[in-house]
């Protein structure tokens, strides 16, 4: 595996979840795969779980790994070309990343969307730089557009949670007082339509994910109909498409409560986390026995050590 931004770069889903399940058990089987390789987790944005994980990750497979946060250590990056660089950017990504190509084996890089330029964000203008100039592998640890360890991990933790054959999965829509990119809402819809599972997406009108996701997807803009007979319910807050990096709604209706999940078949609650609580979903809810976002963030290290072991395998 050479790169791994989106759901076809995983390959056969069936085999990879079958894999997540053997790394799952036993994550150490695999501790001389990394021996003498050199992982880089580059972050142009905050982490927790992803920072943590992909590390975790990468030392349970024997590596090492070496941490760089863009806003703190080296030369602040310029990633437009034809600028003159007389600003307060030192060096252009042009010569950082494949310089730091020849002293690691994987880069891991995240860089989000910059709700500036909606055509440089969905085209992936930092993220494909890395790819064409790194000369080694690359993952996505979230991107303008997608999250795939993100997506992995959730379709991972349905597959252990889920009660019936297909299970009836909703991605909703919740309310948040800051503009949030729509990788992890782009990436779900992406690895749920591969998934085994009847899947529906609800939000407000004017938050349409961009076409080239939703393709064939259902949508729902009664929330509470969408709701019903859930087995899972996936809360995510993201700005507008169309309207590009815009909030049009804080409406708290949208929040996930008690008397939304009533109608669901018993539904677990997912959320990739960070979550503002009482915005996106209760109290009552998150801390309800049928929450599973802590299972869900545990299992980011098993996505990640999938992937990581695979681009090891094929180094060889
Ligand atoms: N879910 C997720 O990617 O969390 P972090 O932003 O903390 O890495």
Not at 70 to 86: A, H, I, P, Q, S
Not at 151 to 171: G, Q, S
Not at 185 to 206: A, L, R
């Amino acid at each position: 595996m050479k790169r791994f931004l989106t759901v076809t770069d995983i390959g056969d889903l069936k085999k990879a979840l079958a894999e997540a399940t053997e790394v799952k058990k036993n994550p150490y089987a695999w501790d001389q795969l990394g021996k003498n390789k050199t992982i880089i987790l580059i972050f142009f944005n905050s982490s927790l779980r992803t920072r943590l994980s992909t590390q975790k990750a990468a030392m349970n497979l024997g590596m090492n790994v070496i941490v760089l946060d863009v806003n703190k250590d080296g030369w602040k990056l310029e990633t437009e070309f034809g600028v003159v660089m007389d600003g307060d950017k030192p060096e252009h990504l042009r010569e950082a990343v494949p310089v730091i190509g020849r002293y690691c084996d994987i880069i891991a890089v995240r860089s989000f969307a910059s709700f500036e330029d909606k055509k440089a964000d969905y085209e992936e203008q930092i993220l494909n730089q890395f790819i064409e100039f790194a000369g080694v592998p690359v993952i996505s640890m979230e991107s303008a557009t997608r999250h795939p360890l993100q997506a992995f991990a959730d379709l991972f933790t349905i597959e252990e949670y889920k009660k019936t054959d297909k299970p009836k999965v909703v991605l909703t829509w919740a309310p948040h007082p800051r503009a949030l990119p729509q990788a992890v809402p782009n990436s779900f819809v992406e690895w749920m339509k591969e998934g085994d599972v009847e899947f529906v997406v609800t939000h407000p009108k004017g938050y349409e994910l961009a076409p080239e996701f939703m393709e064939g997807v259902s949508v729902e803009y009664d929330q509470k109909k969408a709701f019903e007979g859930a087995d899972f319910i996936y809360a995510k807050n993201w700005a507008s498409f169309t309207d590009y990096g815009k909030i049009l709604s804080q409406d708290k209706s949208w929040t996930v409560d008690e008397e939304k999940m009533a109608v669901t078949n018993q539904a677990k609650f997912m959320h990739c986390l960070p979550v503002r609580r009482n915005m996106i979903v209760t109290d009552g809810v998150i801390d309800s026995p049928d929450s599973i976002v802590i299972d869900e963030a545990a299992n980011r290290e098993v996505s990640a050590q999938v992937v990581i072991k695979r681009m090891l395998e094929s180094l060889k």
